[in-house]
């Protein structure tokens, strides 16, 4: 089990009590890798690192940048990694073949400049791909995302950057969506000790930090209850976006 502190935003390997939550975003990463050539490899946002090196093989570089640092035990992979804002990526113009961003958009009050860099980055002929949260499943607790999307919405907001836009959506199995239903459940039962929004007055520091210890909480209790399904990547299949996939995934071509 993972000893760095969970603080909420980012999920790190190994933790059982998050492995849904690690397959669910697998998941895309495994869609990614099946796409990747010989070529050049983008992972911006990637977090701990954990989905960068799963990038990794096939005779492609990657690199992920983040403004945190990976997991130590992800920079011995194969893949590079780097440090950067991403409102301000210091790359060259065309100089990736595939370009990856899962679940960054919903932390962004505005993505543009952020998808713009993207089709900058990207070569003609290259392929970006690009997942966030559905706002029809969302529990709307993350004080991380200032905003989530329908699927029609994000559609709009990729055109104006890609002459083409596939919209897809992450799939989930029913043991998982029996699991995912409690652990709503148990989150609104949580909500509902506040029904003033009492929390929206406190410092975000502490508003971060309570946000972190629930969401351990709830998955415990999800776990003494019913218990966390063993699932994997295929438990979360790529499929047509529908209102009732978890996440919206888009492959997008043609930067403009």
């Known amino acids: 089990m993972s000893r760095t502190l969970f603080t909420g935003e980012r999920l790190h390997e190994g933790d059982p009590l998050f492995a849904v939550d690690l397959a669910r975003h697998h998941a895309a990463y495994g869609f990614a890798r099946s796409r990747i050539g010989s070529g050049r490899v983008l992972d911006l946002g990637c977090g701990t690192g954990y989905g960068t ?119 989930m199995s029913e043991p998982v969506r029996a699991y995912m239903d409690d652990r709503s459940r148990r989150i609104r039962r949580i909500m509902r000790l506040d029904p003033l929004r009492l929390r929206d007055r406190l410092p975000r520091g502490l508003v971060l930090r309570l946000f972190a210890a629930f969401a351990v909480l709830v998955r415990r209790g999800a776990d003494s209850g019913e218990g966390t399904p063993e699932v994997g990547p295929g438990d979360f299949p790529i499929e047509p976006a529908r209102d009732d996939a978890i996440d919206w995934l888009a492959v997008c071509r043609k930067p403009r």
């Open 53 to 171: 090196v799963g990038l990794t093989g096939a005779g492609a570089s990657v690199l992920g940048i983040d403004r945190i640092a990976p997991d130590a035990v992800n920079r011995s992979s194969g893949a590079l990694f780097a440090r950067a804002d991403l409102r301000g990526i210091p790359l060259a113009a065309g100089s990736f073949d595939l370009v990856t961003s899962f679940q960054v958009l919903e932390h962004l009050e505005d993505p543009s400049p952020y998808l713009e860099t993207i089709a900058r980055l990207l070569r003609p002929e290259g392929l970006a791909i690009v997942s966030t949260p559905n706002i029809l499943l969302s529990d709307g607790v993350n004080p991380y995302h200032v905003h989530e999307y329908r699927a029609e919405e994000l559609s709009g907001c990729l055109a104006a950057h890609f002459a083409e836009v596939e919209m897809l959506g992450v799939g």
